[in-house]
């Protein structure tokens, strides 16, 4: 977050932060309540992310059922390709924060590649567990070490001396696709919103004004904007792509805030790990015969994280990764796929008063696919100038 408000500016920042924070609200529950209605109207239970889209579509207009099935594999496409740029995104926070503390507590020079390799060993061992319950305490510890993490880094923000004599206060028009794609990688998550509303015991209480969405929403984006607002206000242009990276190295209890945040998300990459691998091998499993189904998962999840390892080691860096994945799959999944299903179920005729809900769904559109295009253009020119 003090990254994005770095390209936003602090005054701007705050209010594009809330007005995204709504946005991302109301696109949530344009999915859940799409997805409600498509289990009433098909007589389902539940519908996760990819049934829901190939619901709709195969329920909706004439012309555009036979796409039920591409619309499907469209959401598994798209969140597995957001969850393994986040692997990657895991990946060079770890290595970051190790080479930091190390390079310092050892006086020595090793490079961001050299703790990609190294990290990659127990990352190895720890994407190799396969039940969900297994996972549970890896997640459960990573959560106590994050919020250790989180405390500590709030003390040293809120302890600063600030002067916004050399701050931004609004953004450069260049930039502005980096805050906003900066703010929805963020924010991200939709893709664990159907499952937890559909594994609520009462789904009811989900949406709405004083719904769960709208509370866990509403402290997130109190958390966001003073963590960007004090964050970008203490470290200015050295911000950098995790505010935990910009504490004093001198100080150990900083030191040890890296070490925690690096451990944590470690632990976490476990239960990334599983949802897209869950989508590959569903895909593969029944051409796998079942005496080899172990090995061939064991050695399909060791090739997979390689191949990430090989993207990370190409982009050792945080930014243009972090508006990546902002930009591409974020506007994709958080905003276009949303406000599409809305439109599609509701076509032709049910859009109330003068075809409000059209019109609010259009410049939703408008708004996912600026941040796409324009955000996914300046990542790439971000990422390919790291080579020159």
Sequence with gaps: MPLAFKNGGLIFGLIGTIGICLIYVHCVQLLVGTSQKACKRSRVAVLGFAETAEVVFADGPPMLRPYSNIARNYIDFMILIQSLLTLCLFQIFVASSLRDVVNNQQQIQWSTLVYIALATIPIAFITQIRVLKYLV??????NTLMITAFGIT????????????????????????????TVLYAIQGIRYVLPIENNMKHPE?????????????????ILYVVTGFFGYACYGEDTKGSV????????????????????????SMGLSYYVPMDIIWRRIESKVPEKRRNITQIVLRLVVLILLTGVTMGVPELEPFVGLVGSFCSGNLVVLVPVALDI?????????????????????????????????IASVRNIIALYQ
């Design 137 to 142: 305490p890896f997640s459960a510890l990573a």
């Design 154 to 181: 709030f003390y040293f923000l809120l302890s600063e001396r600030i002067s916004l004599d050399d701050k931004n206060f609004w953004p450069e028009w260049s930039k502005l696709p980096f805050f906003m794609s």
């Design 205 to 221: 209480h989900f949406l709405g004004v004083c719904g769960v969405l709208s509370k866990a929403i509403g402290f997130l984006t």
């Design 244 to 267: 935990t990276l910009n504490l004093p190295k001198e100080n150990g209890l900083a030191e040890s805030t890296r070490l925690l945040a690096a451990t944590a998300a470690m632990f």
């Design 344 to 376: 599609v179920f509701r076509w032709p005729n049910n859009f109330g008063n003068y075809q409000w809900r059209l019109a609010k769904d259009c410049l939703l559109g408008l708004f996912g696919l600026l941040v796409l295009v324009s955000g996914t």
